[in-house]
């Protein structure tokens, strides 16, 4: 049964940063791509970031140059670096693996204007 459980989340003000993790329980980790996506009350989930299982990084127009996606593969972990953060990135933050697709319980992110 793979788990992947996210922390980090918080509530900050405006320009402030934040730093996600999430941690995978699943075998050969280091073969995954993740992804970070967020959720914004019952809208559809809209993607974040995303990383190869060989480290390539991909961003949403909305994270690109604020947001910087990296991974871990000995502690099976990915990280999402949030910086100059904005009151329209508050959401609930879903870190992803690639196909098949496992989803963690998410983590709340809250920016105060």
């Known amino acids: 049964q793979v788990q992947l459980v996210e922390s980090g989340g918080g509530l900050v003000q405006a320009g402030d940063s934040l730093r996600l993790s999430c941690v995978a329980s699943?075998?050969?980790?280091?073969?995954?791509?993740l992804a970070w996506f967020r959720q914004v009350g019952e809208k559809e989930r809209e993607f974040v970031a995303a990383i190869s299982w060989s480290g390539v990084t991909y961003y949403a127009d909305s994270s690109e140059g604020r947001f910087t996606m990296s991974r871990d593969d000995n502690e099976n972990t990915v990280s999402l670096q949030m910086n100059s953060l904005k009151p329209e990135d508050t959401a609930v933050y879903y870190c992803?693996?690639?196909?098949?697709?496992?989803w963690g319980q998410g983590t709340q992110v809250t920016v105060s204007s």
């Open positions: 699943v075998r050969n980790f280091n073969s995954y791509d």
């Open positions: 992803r693996t690639g196909v098949p697709y496992y």
